[in-house]
């Protein structure tokens, strides 16, 4: 079935460093990918998205490529801030008679000054 | 245009009783969809509803339940609680214009099962 796959965490990082979280996929068809962000005490909200392969989403400094060849949907940002302090979740939809998602585990991501 | 609303935010109930969740999709979004969140099963789907129809089913009992109506806002019930239930109730809503589409996230309600 479809599923995804995302880096453990939690993940604590400098301000200014460069930030990585893994996400890979499997699933039947071609999917859309997501990630989500999710803030203390809030609901997720989309961070970006991309909907087929060699895509690239890109959001606040944020970016994703999708790779098909690898399955893969790695999160990166090149100078993280303490604001991007948060869980991140990969996800992915890939019915086209539904719109049911499938989520990662998220990556609690600390960023210290 | 307001997004995704669901009331109450917060919630305490006992174990036995029931309780229903209410969820105002984003105005013209037709499909919403209800996740469990909690800290050791993460986001887990629980359904998705499409013109007052239950397109799709997550893999839990049927305790839990829900319904759309007309004007797409939708509702979820839980009924004889479970210490377990105890969650972040997610409900999200999408246009639907094809499938894969963006979801629109609600802030959540908090439900404490006693």
């Known amino acids: 079935g479809d599923s995804v796959t995302q880096m453990e965490g939690p993940v604590t990082l400098s301000e200014e460093a460069f930030l990585t979280i893994n996400c890979t996929y499997t699933?039947?068809?071609?999917?859309?990918l997501f990630w989500y962000v999710q803030y203390p005490g809030e609901g997720l909200q989309l961070l970006l998205k991309a909907t087929k392969a060699d895509d690239k989403g890109s959001n606040k400094g944020f970016e994703a490529t999708y790779r098909k060849e690898t399955t893969s949907f790695h999160l990166e940002k090149g100078s993280v801030q303490v604001s991007d302090s948060a869980v991140y979740f990969c996800?992915?939809?890939?019915?086209?008679?539904?719109?049911?998602?499938?989520f990662g585990t998220g990556t609690s991501l600390t960023v210290i000054p | 245009k307001a997004g995704v609303t669901q009331t109450p935010r917060y919630l305490i109930k006992t174990r036995g009783q029931q309780v229903t969740l209410s969820c105002s999709p984003i105005s013209g979004h037709r499909s919403v969809s209800w996740y469990q969140q909690t800290p050791g099963q993460g986001l887990q789907f629980l359904f998705e509803?499409?013109?007052?129809?239950?397109?799709n089913k997550g893999n839990f009992p049927g305790r839990f339940s829900g319904r759309q109506f007309s004007n797409s806002r939708s509702e979820m019930n839980v009924s004889t609680l479970e210490l377990g239930d105890s969650a972040l109730y997610l409900c999200?809503?999408?246009?639907?214009?094809?499938?894969?589409?963006?979801?629109?996230f609600g802030p959540g309600t908090r439900l404490l099962v006693l």
């Open positions: 699933a039947t068809g071609y999917p859309s």
């Open positions: 999200a809503s999408s246009l639907m214009l094809a499938g894969k589409e963006t979801q629109y």
């Open positions: 996800a992915l939809s890939a019915s086209n008679t539904g719109n049911q998602f499938y």
């Open positions: 509803y499409f013109s007052e129809t239950q397109r």
